[in-house]
């Protein structure tokens, strides 16, 4: 079963309350609406990205969470996307060298030590990457320069989650018709 299948086959259970004409409508709505509303969401997060405004960009992307229960690859990109946005919020609130030392702090004392694992997986090679970077910064061009290579690469993995989400969202009007 597709992704688009059990968002859709759930959904339709959600709203049928009893085997009826009317409710096979309401869920129908329910998707319509959600297809409507999806393209203009991702078109607000894309113009906070563009507008350097991480801070909102990790606020919004949390409405989006419900959908990694439907894909694992939303899954990945959802908490790729809300972690590195993460990061880059708390280093904007005071984009100054100290306070990156702050923040690598933070993080360093959140997740504990590095341990050296054979094969990190994925998300934790992301995380320390991220930390990594961070703390062989020395001066404030450098955290200038890091900063935007972060947000150039928040842009891409939000553009890879775009065309799946798009992708999603096709496969939902091929079954809602």
Do not use: Q
């Amino acid at each position: 079963m597709t992704p688009a299948e059990r968002f859709f086959k759930y959904f339709n259970a959600a709203y049928r309350p009893e085997e009826s004409v009317e409710s096979s409508t309401l869920s129908n709505e329910f998707v319509e609406e959600f297809i409507a509303y999806i393209p203009d969401f991702i078109d607000e997060l894309e113009t906070n990205l563009l507008k350097h405004e991480i801070g909102d960009f990790y606020v919004k992307i949390k409405n989006l969470k419900y959908l990694c229960e439907y894909s694992e690859e939303f899954n990945r990109c959802w908490l790729l996307l809300r972690a590195i946005s993460g990061g880059l919020k708390r280093l904007l609130d005071e984009p100054t060298l100290n306070h990156a030392t702050e923040v690598y702090v933070y993080y360093y004392s959140k997740y504990g030590g590095r341990r050296r694992l054979r094969d990190e997986n994925w998300f934790e090679h992301h995380r320390w990457d991220f930390l990594d970077k961070l703390a062989v910064l020395k001066s404030d061009d450098e955290l200038n320069e890091f900063i935007l290579e972060r947000i150039e690469g928040l842009s891409s993995y939000f553009y890879l989650y775009r065309k799946e989400l798009e992708s999603f969202i096709n496969d939902l009007k091929r079954l809602a018709s």
